[in-house]
């Protein structure tokens, strides 16, 4: 069973950058599409960006221009580039194939002055 850790999340100013990495277990070559979901407080965790075995991707309605999702398949590493973070992208953030399999911790993004 292929297992994720999230990594890269922290504390950031409104404006502020983070870049997210999830290193899989396992080959993520063979798996097409990786995604990159966001648990916001009080909400359900939702998908934020995607990325295919051939690097076309997908974000949620309003991200396309401040997130960045790539991947390395000879790192077995998903990013996710946020920039110019706002209150509105603090939740953890987790990745997964799809469909999804066990989640792993994900990592955490506060965004406070």
């Known amino acids: 069973q292929v297992r994720f850790v999230e990594s890269g999340g922290g504390l950031v100013q409104p404006g502020g950058s983070l870049r997210l990495s999830c290193v899989a277990s396992e080959s993520i070559y063979r798996f097409n599409v990786m995604d990159w979901y966001r648990q916001s407080p009080g909400k359900e965790r939702e998908p934020v960006a995607s990325?295919?075995?051939?690097?076309?991707?997908w974000f949620a309605a309003d991200l396309r221009s401040r997130f960045t999702i790539s991947r390395d398949n000879a790192r077995n590493t998903v990013y996710l580039q946020i920039d110019s973070l706002d209150p509105d992208d603090m939740g953890t953030y987790y990745c997964?194939?799809?469909?999804?399999?066990?989640w792993g911790q994900g990592t955490q993004v506060t965004v406070s002055s």
């Open positions: 997964n194939v799809r469909p999804p399999r066990d």
């Open positions: 990325i295919s075995r051939i690097n076309n991707t």
